[in-house]
């Protein structure tokens, strides 16, 4: 029998000069309780110099200086959906199903 193929890895970077670990575990606390199982692991790196990013196994998917600040967790949840299950339906946080079956 092999082992399962472990599930994505999430990294929330943080500034830990600007107090912003409280907000990055919300935001990995959220997408635990969204994708449970399905996830491999969510961590929390601090760092400084003002730095807020988020990975999904390696690729950037939000940058606080390129993307306008911070995701908000509706944005956050659909960018990890759209990676690891396009089809999964957020209920109500988004209309990602009215727009599979308008297309």
């Known amino acids: 029998m092999t082992a399962p193929k472990p599930g994505p890895r999430i990294a929330i970077t943080y500034c830990s000069m600007c107090n912003w670990l409280l907000r990055s575990a919300w935001m990995a606390q959220e ?3 969204t994708f449970g199982q399905d996830l491999g692991e969510v961590v929390l790196i601090p760092r400084t110099g ?3 990013q988020i990975h999904y196994d390696g690729d950037l998917i ?8 911070f995701p908000d967790v509706k944005q956050l949840k659909q960018r990890v959906r759209d ?3 396009p089809e999964r339906d957020l209920g ?3 209309d ?3 727009k599979l079956v308008q297309s």
């Open 96 to 98: 990602h199903k009215k």
């Open 92 to 94: 109500h946080l988004d």
């Open 50 to 52: 003002g730095i807020f």
């Open 31 to 33: 997408l635990l309780q």
């Open 83 to 85: 990676r690891l299950d």
């Open 62 to 69: 939000w940058d606080r200086t390129v993307d306008g600040g």
